[in-house]
């Protein structure tokens, strides 16, 4: 954290955590008898309780998305730069609520928590999870903290996907939906990469076949490869290109198979420091959520059909480099939408990024995000039932 | 706020609470005039980010894409009108994006500077150098018009095109429609506006 918070910074935040005995019911035919969800907000409930904002994470996100948990906290939450005063999701007008989801290693209910039955940890026995099952569980979070509708739902990619599908499961709980680097389902390709990263995990000798809490050991290499893979999609050719070039680490060849590249240096410290805070049990179950998201598969394919019963606004932005989600899919978004007569704003935003990039603070972005959250605000404020 | 003039004359050609496609919309005026007075729904286009912001700002829906990609986005006959101003001659092919805005329109609503106006002519004729005019401000080597038009050209494209023409009007940059004008639109016109129609196909 630095010395003195920045006045565009929410500051020191605790994550609170609440344990929920209404059982849900999940896609997968299985009922959680109980769960506990774990989260964060920052900024203040206004009276008409209208200026609420659910904060949807992608695959390996979580609560913490803005400010500092402590003093000698290094970094602060993955969307800091987007969420606190003054910031494009002002938290001087909105109230932003950020959870960890169902299945997730950040506190909230999933493969690492005791399978109460058992007094054991789930591991591979924890349910898999769908974006709708976050969606309903992100609407009890809702109702524990007293909002009827949301101002809006956020998310980027996945984040994304569940902010789709709030709009058409709860179409009168949310006035705006924003979906950011997002598609209305995973092309082929993105299934085939999540596949290679889930195969890396499970073919890891230290899997035991997700009992691996149980030998007190963790898959690390399996996981580390996947998310080696993952950032080379994360990344357009040309950012990688520039950020590292062909640059040696050590300025010369070895002629061996250790580092040469600055690429596989980064690639290699990514991997490993990912090991460190995240479970692999709960990457399979994110990725299976991202490959099982279709929501129009169960309206003949017509996404437009599928989002007809929408009431939100919807804006949806790409990215030009983003080709793990590109443009076309978002594209796909905005026909469905325009072809039910939805009121969408959509920019395809020029980055150098790839996917990252809805992480990124690009001026045309954030300059789009703040000018539409302003109206959301504005009619946040004339809402005073 | 004044409107353009263009943009006040052809308010009254579209019929309250209608479903408009505004191609080109920069800051989303026209749009906001429509909805404001006509109660009509809709989004504007355009490919300028910093034009899209200030369309958020106005609480206009906007779609951010290349018109010289076409309307691919847009489904066949989804609006009511479509809407192109001033920006025909700025594209690198005016008669597809002509056609794409007859298949997604049941209507379309078309304005141009005449490059037939007599101001134009003179220029060309008499100084034998491209016009400097109202209505076309700047140089040859920095206009965004690459394919200007006289309403002569717009119209016998119409033909080519299958396109009926319901209603013309003729105007000075300043709003103004003097007789000369009707006597001699080609050569006293500044501004054009049209409405169009794809003709019916008929069974041979």
């Known amino acids: 954290m630095p010395e003195i918070i920045p006045s565009d910074n929410v500051g020191i935040v605790t994550p609170q955590r609440h344990h929920f005995t209404t059982a849900l ?8 008898p ?17 200026n609420a904002i659910l904060i949807c994470h992608a695959l390996s996100g979580d609560h913490h998305a803005a400010g500092y948990h402590h003093a000698e906290d290094r970094k602060a939450g ?3 730069n987007c969420i606190g005063p003054n910031k494009p999701i002002d938290t001087q007008r909105f109230f932003v609520v950020s959870l960890n989801n169902l299945g997730g290693c950040r506190g909230s209910t999933g493969p690492i928590s005791l399978n109460p039955e058992t007094q054991r940890p789930y591991g591979p026995d924890f349910p898999i999870i769908t974006v709708r099952d976050w969606v ?3 609407a009890q979070l809702g109702a524990l903290l007293g909002i009827e509708q949301w101002a809006a739902v956020i998310g980027g990619s996945l984040g994304g996907m569940q902010a789709l599908q709030w709009a058409m499961t709860y179409p009168d709980k949310l006035r705006h939906c924003i979906a950011i680097a997002s598609a209305p389902k995973l092309s082929t390709q993105n299934i085939a990469f999540n596949e290679v990263a889930r195969q890396a995990i499970m073919t890891d000798p230290n899997f035991h076949e997700g009992r691996y809490y149980d030998y007190q050991v963790i898959p690390k290499q399996g ?5 080696m893979l993952g950032h080379i999609t994360y990344l357009s050719e040309d950012a990688m290109r520039a950020k590292f070039g062909r640059e040696l680490r050590e300025g010369k060849l070895n002629f061996s198979f250790d580092v040469d590249f ?4 980064y690639l290699r410290y990514q991997g490993r420091s990912f090991v460190d805070r995240f479970d692999a049990n709960t990457y399979l179950l994110m990725t299976k959520a991202l490959d099982y998201f279709d929501p129009a598969s169960e309206y003949d394919h017509n996404l437009s059909a599928a989002l007809a019963i929408a009431q939100a606004k919807f804006l949806v932005i790409s990215f030009t480099s983003d080709w793990r989600f590109s443009s076309e899919r978002s594209k796909e978004i905005v026909k469905a939408l325009l072809d039910a007569r939805k009121k969408v704003t959509y920019l395809d935003i020029k980055a150098d990024d790839g996917h990252d990039a809805f992480l990124m603070p690009i001026p045309l972005y954030f300059s789009a995000l703040k000018a539409y959250l302003k109206t959301v605000a504005d009619e946040s404020d004339e809402i005073t039932h | 706020m004044k409107l353009r ?4 004359l052809l308010s009254d050609w579209i019929k309250p609470h209608s479903h408009v496609l505004d191609l080109g919309c920069g800051d989303g005026t026209l749009l906001a005039h429509l909805r404001d007075t006509r109660s009509v729904s809709g989004y504007g286009v355009d490919i300028d980010e910093n034009k899209l912001i200030r369309c958020i700002e106005a609480g206009i829906y906007v779609i951010h894409s290349d018109l010289n990609k076409g309307l ?10 479509v809407i192109l101003t001033q920006t025909l001659q700025a594209l690198k092919r005016p008669d597809l994006l002509l056609l794409e805005m007859m298949r997604v329109g049941e209507e379309a609503i078309v304005t141009f500077p005449n490059f037939g106006h007599w101001a134009c002519r003179f220029d060309i004729f008499f100084r034998g150098q491209m016009p400097l005019s109202r209505a076309l401000p700047n140089e040859w080597y920095r206009t965004e018009n690459i394919h200007l038009c006289t309403l002569k050209d717009f119209e016998q494209l119409c033909q080519t095109l299958n396109i009926n023409i319901m209603q013309r009007a003729i105007v000075d940059t300043g709003h103004r429609s003097t007789a000369l004008m009707r006597l001699l639109p080609n050569l006293m016109g500044e501004i054009a506006i049209y409405r169009l129609r794809l003709m019916p196909k008929v069974n041979a």
Do not use: P
């Not at chain 1, 999940?26 to 959680?32: A, I, K, N, S």
């Open chain 1, 25 to 32: 019911a999940l896609d997968c035919g299985r009922v959680l």
């Open chain 1, 34 to 50: 109980q769960y506990e969800l774990v989260y964060e907000t920052y900024g203040t409930l206004n009276k008409a309780r209208s």
């Open chain 1, 78 to 80: 993955w969307w800091d």
């Open chain 1, 136 to 138: 309903h569980s992100q």
């Open chain 1, 223 to 227: 996981l580390m490869l996947a998310r």
């Open chain 1, 262 to 265: 600055q690429i596989e240096s």
């Open chain 2, 5 to 8: 003039t263009d943009l006040a």
């Open chain 2, 72 to 81: 691919s986005q847009f489904s066949d006959k989804s609006f009511d009108n």
